[in-house]
């Protein structure tokens, strides 16, 4: 007598979406927790770094947001829709294949958990790290479990259709594999985002909460600032000398935070840098002071613990987040077709819709590259009929360091209604040595799109006017947004301002 061999599920539309949400749910608690967190921390820091008469960004309105719960959910996002979700669907279509392809194999099953084993222990390479070990540990388990209790909910009957939203995906993948550079956000951004109303809203999200996100797994020499305590030191010359080389740096001297980026200790002229009470280099006073950018980068590089999580949370973002976009069009469309139609009809249907949305959204892409420009003729191509040649001509001006004031049609450019039109040309405004272009950065500075004024922000830092200091600090005491202050403060070290005491 054959022994019963229980019927495995195919993967319809609910049995995709229970555990994939499942994974994505838990991914986002941890993302929030692990954000808000961070939030905290940088609250306490830039708290500390205006106390102590320096200038701190964030700063202003967006300091205030960072012990709420809103930019915490929202910038937490980021890590749900790129490390969350790669770890969600690898988790899952591991189980598939486990589960249909490899007949549960319990040798195959070994081989998978050493492999979870491996990665939890690869994101502590460089130390031990809370949230990426959690994210490593309970996505995939989370997504494993929802995955096994939905398989066994029975059966539905195959169909060779059921390879075609697969072929479609790999097909896609082909296709926009080939838009794969060094330039691939910045198309992805002008072409599919800033060309429509739709897209200029999730460019706006992104940028509004992205660095929320950023902060909490940066490393000592990614941020922006870094906080300092020094201790042992009684020589009040030798203090201030060097408060002003670490604040030179970008590493603010600060009293009354518990946990500082870095802490250091004197004895006479010896001198140790401790990171969470662990000892990290030792020196003398006299060569950090010869070389403080050489000691602070060994000091990032030693104390970099979230170098790993950061690879694999840009591989989700690349790998992930696109089949997950398409999994859930796929699913939705297929559950709405299924009403209207039969099952196998259905399938057929999604898999096209789904393959035409791609190379709809793909085809903006074929004008994404600057097109091949003379000098002769970019006054002509700057007032083209169609914005993507206008756009290639200030692209490519900005990629030559040529002087935009040489072509007056620039001017009606001012005045465009598009963003990516105005975000090129203060791009393009930067490699101007004309006053005229000087006083139209600073109005552009001034644009009501953060993505412009990110930019201005950049040409006027490209410039090297040093009379920018001011305007720029001004505006960025009354910027709301974190993404602009940043580009803000890059542009004033570009110009040679640097930190001090009351500045």
């Not at 960072?66 to 899952?92: C, E, K, Q």
């Not at 009957?157 to 594999?177: D, G, H, N, Q, Y």
């Not at 020589?235 to 201030?240: D, E, P, Q, S, T």
Request: glycine letters at 8%; aromatic letters at 10%.
């Amino acid at each position: 007598m054959n022994s019963f061999r229980p019927h495995v599920k195919a993967p319809s539309a609910i049995g995709f979406f229970i555990p994939v949400v499942t994974g994505i749910l838990i991914a986002q608690a941890l993302a929030t927790v692990f954000v808000y967190h961070s939030n905290l921390g940088l609250q306490a820091a830039v708290a500390a770094i205006g106390k102590s008469g320096y200038f701190p960004v964030p700063n202003g309105t967006v300091a205030s947001t960072l012990n709420r719960t809103g930019p915490a959910i929202w910038g937490g996002l980021f890590f749900t829709l790129s490390i969350g979700t790669g770890l969600t669907l690898a988790t899952w279509a591991g189980v598939l294949v486990w589960d249909r392809a490899l007949k549960r194999d319990k040798k195959v099953l070994a081989v998978m958990l050493l492999g979870w084993a491996g990665l939890i222990l690869a994101v502590n390479l460089n130390g031990a790290v809370l949230y990426p070990s959690l994210f490593c540990a309970l996505v995939p388990l989370a997504t494993a479990g929802a995955s096994v209790a939905i398989r066994r909910a029975g059966r539905q009957e195959k169909s060779r259709l059921e390879m075609m939203p697969v072929i479609a995906l790999v097909l896609l993948t082909a296709l926009w594999a080939t838009q794969l550079n060094q330039q691939l956000f910045v198309s992805i951004r002008d072409h599919v985002l800033l060309s429509n109303a739709m897209g200029r809203t999730v460019n706006d999200f992104y940028y509004k909460y992205t660095l929320y996100a950023a902060q909490a797994f940066k490393s000592f020499g990614q941020k922006t600032l870094r906080t300092a305590r020094i201790e042992g030191i009684d020589n009040a010359v030798r203090l201030n000398r060097m408060e002003r080389q670490l604040a030179r740096n970008d590493v603010i001297p600060v009293a009354g935070i518990a946990a500082p980026d870095i802490t250091m200790i004197f004895s006479g002229n010896n001198l140790r840098f401790e990171h969470r009470g662990k000892t990290i280099i030792h020196t003398t006073a006299d060569q950090f002071l010869e070389l403080p950018k050489d000691v602070l980068q060994s000091f990032s590089r030693a104390t970099d613990r979230f170098g790993p999580f950061r690879k694999l949370t840009l591989i989700g973002l690349l790998a992930g987040f696109p089949v997950l976009l398409f999994m859930v069009v796929y699913g939705i469309t297929l559950a709405g077709l299924t009403l209207l139609m039969g099952r196998k009809r259905a399938i057929a249907g999604a898999s096209g819709l789904c393959m035409a949305i791609g190379i709809l959204l793909f085809l903006p892409m074929l004008k994404a590259r600057p097109l091949p420009s003379a000098v002769e003729n970019l006054g002509e191509q700057l007032s083209a009929p169609q914005w993507p040649q206008r756009v290639a001509a200030l692209r490519y001006i900005d990629s030559r360091k040529i002087d935009i004031a040489r072509y007056p049609q620039y001017l009606k450019l001012l005045q465009s209604p598009l963003v990516v039109e105005r975000y090129w040309l203060a791009r393009a405004l930067g490699g101007s040595r004309s006053s005229a272009a000087y006083e139209q950065l600073l109005q552009l500075m001034k644009d009501p799109h953060p993505n412009v004024v990110c930019q201005a922000y950049y040409a006027l830092g490209q410039s090297g006017r040093r009379a920018a200091v001011a305007p720029i600090q001004e505006q960025m005491a009354h910027s709301s947004h974190w993404y602009a202050q940043w580009y803000g403060y890059r542009a004033l070290r570009k110009l040679g301002w640097h930190q001090d005491r009351s500045t």
